[in-house]
């Protein structure tokens, strides 16, 4: 494994919300023969970029050539699917240059649709083989995470669309809580399945590099921000609570919106959480309260900021419990920056 000793202590503490010596933090950057044309042209084709596996294990081995990793800045290899649950319900993907989206299911008479999970769906074969084919080359650089899809609330509103699950919630709410119960059992099979490829001999890892020597639970819940704080609880919170649960580390995914910002603070299974402002409200001192916030419930917290952020964003919050990802212009400006964190903290280069 390439993640050093005192790496691994301060991920350790990072899932604990304290601190080994500094900050984790993850600073990366383009080597001088980067070329982003590369990529561009190797993903022009949107089904290429996104289901042909030899294509984006060829990308990904690039970006892994071609940019600086500092500190605890680990490569992560995953196909990206935010939908991919969906499909395994039979939900047809619809790629597009920017992500992958899926068509809702259609409806029976009763006004919902069927769901059927099927352990044999062609898109559920293409993760295992992608996973496969990326751990068969797997040569110490980067990491891979079992990363297929987002939580049950969110699986199924990929295949309702918004509009008909907002009036699912209004018309039938049990229907949707039992649903996304279901869903949440069954979705674990695929996990599963792809943890098994990994093996414990490469570790595990969130989608952003969070690494863990032990396994790692994801939470998130996109639908939340159209709903009330009763509706999150009532109909959704069991069933995130549940997923929380499923290993010794979690983190909760936390997009935008913070109008349960309390409640998620005050559920004990999350370790750590993953905060995006979202765009135009990305600039990550105005936060501060909130970043104090969620440190005072001795979580940790993983945060996304420029390098001319750095500084003073470091002076305003706590060092225990925080992992900060700076992506910087080129490589002397990372490695300043992670002599500034070094020299800050009293840690010998």
Same mark, same amino acid.
């Given at each position: 494994m390439?993640i *050093?000793?005192?790496?691994l202590k301060?991920w *350790?503490?990072w899932?604990?919300?304290s601190?080994?010596d500094r900050?984790?933090?993850q600073?990366t950057?383009?080597?001088r ?9 190797a993903?022009?084709?949107?089904v290429?970029?996104?289901y042909?596996i ?13 940019? %600086?990793?500092?500190a ?10 935010? @939908?991919?649950n969906?499909?395994?319900?039979? /939900?047809?993907p @619809?790629f597009?240059?920017?992500s992958?989206?899926? #068509?809702?299911l259609?409806?029976g008479?009763d006004?919902v649709?069927f769901l059927?999970f099927?352990k044999y769906?062609?898109? %559920?074969?293409?993760?295992l083989?992608?996973y496969?084919y990326?751990k068969e080359r797997?040569d110490?650089?980067f990491?891979?995470s079992?990363?297929? #899809?987002v939580s049950a609330?969110d699986?199924?509103l990929?295949?309702?669309?918004a ?9 039938r709410?049990?229907w949707?809580?039992?649903t996304i119960?279901?869903i ?7 996990? #599963?399945?792809?943890?098994?490829i990994?093996?414990?001999d490469?570790?595990? /890892?969130t ?6 020597d032990?396994?790692?639970a994801m939470?998130?819940c996109?639908?939340s921000?159209m709903?009330?704080p009763?509706?999150f609880?009532?109909i959704? %919170? *069991?069933?995130?609570? *549940?997923q929380?649960s499923s290993a010794?580390?979690s ?13 998620l603070l ?8 993953q905060?995006i402002p979202g765009a ?5 001192l105005?936060?501060?309260?909130l970043l104090?916030?969620?440190q ?17 964003l470091?002076?305003?919050i ?6 900060i #990802? @700076?992506s910087c212009n080129?490589?002397?400006e990372?490695r300043?920056?992670l002599?500034y @964190?070094?020299?800050k903290?009293g840690?010998?280069?």
């Open positions: 390439f *050093d000793e005192k790496a301060r *350790d503490h899932w604990n919300g601190v080994y900050p984790v933090m600073i950057a383009p080597a023969q980067f070329d982003s044309e590369y990529i561009k042209k993903d022009e084709d949107p290429v970029k996104w042909d030899q294509n984006i294990f060829a990308v990904n081995n690039y970006i892994l050539d071609n940019t %600086l990793f500092l605890e800045a680990t490569h992560v290899i995953n196909p990206d699917w935010a @939908v991919a969906a499909c395994f319900y039979g /939900c047809e @619809v597009r240059d920017e992958v989206w899926v #068509s809702p259609p409806t008479n006004g649709p059927r099927d769906n062609k898109y %559920l074969r293409f993760m083989d992608f496969t990326c797997y110490g650089r990491l891979l079992p990363y297929v #899809s609330g699986t199924l990929a295949m309702r669309g509009n008909e699950l907002l009036r699912d919630i209004i018309d709410p049990e949707v809580k039992a119960n279901k949440g059992k069954e979705i674990r099979y695929p996990h #599963s399945r792809l943890s098994k990994i093996g414990d490469m570790g595990y /890892c989608w952003y590099g969070g690494y863990s032990k396994q790692v939470g998130d996109d639908v921000y709903l009330s009763k509706q609880i009532d959704f %919170l *069991d069933q995130l609570i *549940d929380l010794p580390h983190y909760y995914h936390l997009d935008g919106t913070l109008t349960h910002i309390d409640t005050s559920i004990k299974q999350i370790n750590c959480i905060w135009g409200r990305d600039e990550i105005q936060w501060i309260p104090k916030k969620i005072a419930s001795k979580k940790g917290l993983m945060v996304y900021c420029t390098p001319k952020e750095l500084a003073p470091l002076d305003e706590n060092p225990e419990g925080v992992c #990802s @700076v080129n490589e002397d990372a300043s920056l002599s @964190v070094n020299k903290y840690i010998k280069e």
